[in-house]
């Protein structure tokens, strides 16, 4: 029975609304907004939109997390309805005619400002208008000025990969939902090219695909940030997008997790593997919705393209009734939770209850991971509790996939978790040959109904403009070069300003993070270049010995000195832990920097096998964690429950 309106939760009730007056929450500027979309039609001319209008913030994030859904709904219909849409379009009329006006120009391209999801009306319009008059008043620009829009002019950026856009590429698009075999139909290709190369959004699943290109006789190498493994003879690669070498001509590339171009935080690296891997033939996998943003973007970068659509393999479909109790769980059952010390306290409560767990979270290494989910393949273990690191890049077959709750903190506030991630996650339920039915529950009402209805919505499609690119070293050195700026936060800033203004179809990736290293490290006698790279260096500064280290190692190479591998030791108890995973992160990072200072950090091996030997304490520490608690119940064996037991549906 369909559900009214009215009787949904608030939550609902808002991404319903949402979903009628085109609309989603985006998070922008520290703030939450809410960013819409639609076409003005101005004498003929199709102009689209995609932005934040000027009253769409909903305020930071803390005012944000202390709204109940009910008030969140009421604030949203406040700042986005249909007096806001008239008031918005008409700001945006104002600006197109006054572009249209002008003789000249193309002002299509200058109006292409308006598709930036993220960005606000006014901003917009502002960059339109630049565009005009940059295009108008070029030859009086000022020099310095001219000088750096050309250094950072990325109308050309897929020709910057000059090998890739030399080639003949076909590029064909396997899209599909989780469970639907797309992955599969490219790695098929791949294994047989006579060379070729994956791209994995993760370390995990570029070590998955590395594997399963060795056990089919292929002589392949893995190279992520953190790790190498280099066959000698090696004719495939396995790799993290961000890995990419646009110097290897290949036959076959897989570019997974193709929907990641919309990331504004990472996005940045799939838009230049579609502009620069050299291959003959590229698959993008990934969700149904980025088939509109894959044609625009091939058509911008060339060659031709052929669109495969897969459906899922084995049915999915939510069962009757919330799961209501631990003692309703059966064996090849996955919890979901969204946070590591959630994970923790719903492994304990499994536990209790007699089943055996595995626990997946994402602060655990790759490796930790793959063997939790072996073991649930295995057999080893009964259940898994996991947070959505799940939804990507693991082996779970689960017969039930079971949201402990609907909501997320997303770095800003909490909220009921997207869409496409609950698709993601719940479509992991049911496994072509071992399940022939995934089912989707909720733990208690409120979460049942939230994640059918989630499960319900449709999913809108990526953006088919704005892609992301993120600034490489050639192009801070020639913004350098030509403003005479040496400084690495303002240099990046500059890209930032200049990228919105000379072209139409790129957007700046987010650079917080990176601007934020910047800050520090402009202070250090270090080179451009040196300065660069340690703002990369994937070490999250909201842990204080990972920060620490960095700042410390940073300031070692600026005194020209040989940056020790520090070892970091679990104190045991609880927090044992939480240490081994920070030391876990601290020998990737020295791994990390390792490969590209070899001089300052020569213990790059040795940082290997510490990462190895911790993964394998945290994994063994897991295990002993799971026995303790067998222990605690009395030394009762874990309980053998059929998979038809239980609840009926």
């Not at 052929?306 to 003692?327: C, I, N």
């Not at 990972?546 to 108890?573: C, F, I, V, Y």
């Not at 601290?586 to 390792?594: D, E, K, Q, R, V």
């Not at 064996?637 to 059929?642: G, I, Y």
Request: glycine share 8%; aromatic share 6%; proline share 5%.
């Amino acid at each position: 029975m369909t559900d009214t309106l009215e009787a949904l939760p608030p939550e609902i009730q808002l991404d319903d609304y949402l979903a009628e007056h085109n609309a989603t929450i985006v998070t922008t500027e520290g703030s939450h907004a809410v960013s819409v979309h639609g076409e003005l039609d101005l004498d003929g001319h199709r102009v689209p939109y995609h932005l934040v209008p000027d009253e769409g913030f909903l305020g930071k994030s803390g005012k944000w997390r202390k709204l109940d859904g009910a008030a969140k709904l009421a604030l949203v219909k406040e700042r986005w309805n249909d007096a806001a849409r008239l008031k918005l379009e008409g700001q945006l009329a104002a600006c197109a005619r006054e572009v249209f006006a002008v003789d000249g120009i193309d002002p299509l391209r200058a109006l292409s400002a308006f598709m930036a999801k993220y960005e606000r009306a006014k901003v917009r319009c502002n960059i339109a208008l630049d565009r005009v008059a940059a295009a108008r008043s070029r030859q009086s620009a000022d020099k310095a000025a001219a000088k750096t829009r050309d250094a950072v002019n990325l109308s050309r950026y897929p020709e910057s990969f000059a090998t890739a856009y030399a080639m003949q590429r076909h590029f064909i698009a396997v899209l599909g939902p989780t469970n639907s075999g797309k992955t599969h139909a490219a790695m098929e290709h791949l294994q047989k090219a006579k060379s070729g190369v994956y791209l994995a959004p993760l370390r995990l699943l570029a070590l998955e695909n590395y594997t399963r290109l060795q056990q089919a006789g292929v002589a392949v190498s893995l190279i992520t940030g953190e790790q190498r493994k280099l066959h000698p003879e090696a004719t495939h690669v396995a790799s993290t997008v961000e890995m990419l070498n646009p110097e290897r001509q290949v036959e076959v590339a897989v570019i997974d997790e193709i929907q990641l171009l919309d990331d504004p935080d990472r996005g940045a690296a799939w838009t230049a593997a579609v502009c620069g891997v050299p291959a003959q033939t590229i698959y993008l996998v990934g969700a149904p919705e980025s088939r509109e943003a894959i044609e625009s973007l091939v058509a911008r970068v060339g060659g031709t393209l052929e669109v495969r659509t897969l459906e899922r393999k084995t049915a999915l479909q939510m069962d009757k009734a919330p799961l209501l109790s631990l003692k309703n769980l059966q064996p090849g059952d996955v919890l979901i939770a969204f946070s590591r010390r959630e994970v923790l306290n719903w492994r304990d409560k499994v536990i209790e209850q007699g089943l055996t767990v595995s626990a997946i979270y994402g602060n655990l290494s790759p490796e930790v991971r793959q063997a939790q989910a072996e073991r649930f393949v295995a057999g080893e273990t009964q259940v898994v509790v996991a947070t959505d690191a799940i939804g990507m890049g693991l082996n779970t077959p689960a017969r039930r996939i079971i949201f402990t709750t609907a909501s997320k903190w997303d770095g800003y506030a909490e909220g009921i978790v997207a869409a496409p991630l609950a698709k993601q996650i719940a479509g992991r339920a049911g496994r072509f040959g071992k399940h022939e039915t995934g089912y989707v529950a909720g733990f208690d009402g409120l979460t049942h109904k939230t994640i059918g209805a989630l499960l319900r919505q449709k999913a809108e499609p990526l953006p088919n403009n704005g892609f992301f690119v993120a600034p490489s070293l050639k192009y801070l050195e020639a913004i350098s070069q030509a403003t005479g700026e040496a400084k690495l936060k303002p240099l990046l800033g500059l890209f930032a300003k200049h990228i919105n203004v000379h072209d139409e179809f790129f957007l700046p990736a987010n650079l917080s993070d990176q601007m934020e290293k910047a800050e520090w490290l402009d202070s250090l006698p270090l080179s451009l270049a040196d300065r660069f790279t340690f703002s990369l260096c994937p070490v999250s500064t909201k842990i204080p010995m990972l920060d620490n280290a960095l700042h410390d190692w940073a300031e070692q190479r600026a005194r020209s000195k040989t940056a020790p591998l520090l070892r970091m030791m679990g104190t045991g108890g609880r927090n044992e832990l939480q240490y081994l995973e920070d030391s876990c992160k601290l020998y990737a990072a020295y791994a990390w920097l390792g490969y590209r200072m070899p001089d300052t950090f020569p213990d790059g091996e040795m940082a290997q096998l510490l990462m190895q030997s911790t993964s394998e304490r945290i994994d063994a520490l897991l295990q002993a964690q799971n026995a303790q608690k067998r222990k605690s119940r009395g030394g009762r064996e874990p309980m053998r429950r059929k998979s038809g037991a239980g609840r009926q549906r």
